[in-house]
């Protein structure tokens, strides 16, 4: 288990703010944000690369704050793969373990048993430059597991794959996981990626924690605009929460109001996903719910499409390619949307 109790680190000029967080025993744990958010920062912590100014870091109960990295008991993947271009695949993998001058028997054991988790076997006579990126990130996987170690870290390690192969490794790590039952943490951006192997997600912007929880929660109940806007939930409300004279919630905004289901009151937010907002060219016969609007942006990406309508404030509702033509919808089209009160999630900032 992994405990980070008030983290807080200066570097240059970005500063990690007080951080807190757990890491359970065989969890998939994705460390989620954007670009300059702090997450490669917070990673090398954990493995001792960086300074710490406050606070500690704990595994298995045992004080690592200020332990030397390859006391550690911890491997780290990088993006870029730090491959030695003048080592074979093999001699890559057994660098570690020579490191700690292992028995050969240890080395030659060690090179099967990996060579059979990853499927690697065709690849260790060959060198780094004449592989492709999806093994190069294979070889590099093995490398970080050639130790045996309590956490595994992973910094970006799709981002540099084409799709099909990121996949292809996404699958791997699923995998590899799901064998070992080991402690990982995987930093990305990319919320796809999250949802497909985390078991839990940690979101971080400007060097603070902004929310943890499973991917579902992040997905379908963040806790704040940051986090929503982040997720790409797109229709992101600010109003007022209140009961109509039957007691039901009410989210007031723009002279207008929806049905929600929420005990908070007062000042608040509504999200909703753009999946779960319904469009339609006709008038829709729900009774709640439902607004007039006007077709003012329509953003093709392919197997989806991305339909904002004005209310008059913006509203997005995503639909496959097939609903689309089905639609017929345009610019200038008016349109009735309608938001499911079940799919609202309402919170305070």
């Known amino acids: 288990m992994i405990r980070i109790t008030d983290l807080h680190l200066e570097l240059g000029d970005f500063i990690l703010e007080d951080l807190n967080l ?5 969890e998939y744990f994705i460390i989620l944000g954007p670009t300059g958010a702090g997450k490669t ?3 090398e912590s954990i493995a001792g690369l960086n300074p710490i100014k406050k606070g500690h870091i704990w595994l298995n109960a045992k ?3 200020y332990l030397k990295p390859e006391k550690r008991e911890v491997s780290m993947v990088y993006q870029d793969y730090a491959l030695f271009p003048h080592l074979s695949a093999k001699d890559n993998i057994a660098y570690g373990l020579k490191l700690r001058k292992r028995p050969a028997k240890e080395i030659r054991d060690t090179l099967d048993w990996l060579s059979g988790l990853l499927d690697i076997g065709h690849l260790l006579d060959r060198r780094p430059q004449t592989l492709s990126g999806g093994e190069k990130q294979k ?19 799709l981002s540099a794959l084409d799709p099909e192969t990121r996949e292809e490794v996404q699958e791997e790590l699923r995998a590899v996981h799901t064998t070992l039952n080991n402690t990982v943490v995987h930093v990305t951006h990319d919320f796809a990626e999250a949802m497909a192997l985390g078991t839990r997600v940690a979101v971080i912007g400007g060097g603070r924690l902004r929310q943890v929880g499973t991917p579902e929660q992040i997905f379908h109940r963040p806790e704040s605009s940051f986090v929503a806007h982040f997720a790409l939930a797109r229709n992101v409300i ?31 937010n509504a999200v909703i996903r753009p999946e779960d907002v319904t469009i339609s060219p006709r008038a829709l016969s729900e009774k ?3 607004l007039s609007g006007v077709v003012s942006r329509i953003v093709d990406k392919g197997a989806i499409i991305f339909i904002t309508a004005k ?24 349109v009735s949307v309608m938001l499911n009160p079940e799919s609202i999630h309402v919170f305070r900032e």
């Open 22 to 26: 757990s890491i359970g025993d065989g």
């Open 288 to 290: 709640s719910n439902v």
């Open 139 to 157: 070889i590099a996987l093995a490398r970080a597991l050639s130790t045996r170690p309590q956490i595994l870290l992973l910094d970006e390690p």
């Open 311 to 334: 209310v008059p404030m913006d509203i997005v509702s995503l639909v496959t390619r097939k609903q689309y033509l089905e639609l017929g919808l345009k610019i200038g089209d008016n």
């Open 63 to 65: 004080d690592i704050t």
């Open 238 to 268: 600010k109003g007022e929460i209140a009961c109509n004279a039957g007691g039901e919630p009410l989210f007031l905004f723009q002279n207008r109001f929806l049905k929600v289901s929420t005990d908070l009151r007062g000042p608040g």
């Open 41 to 43: 920062v917070l990673l």
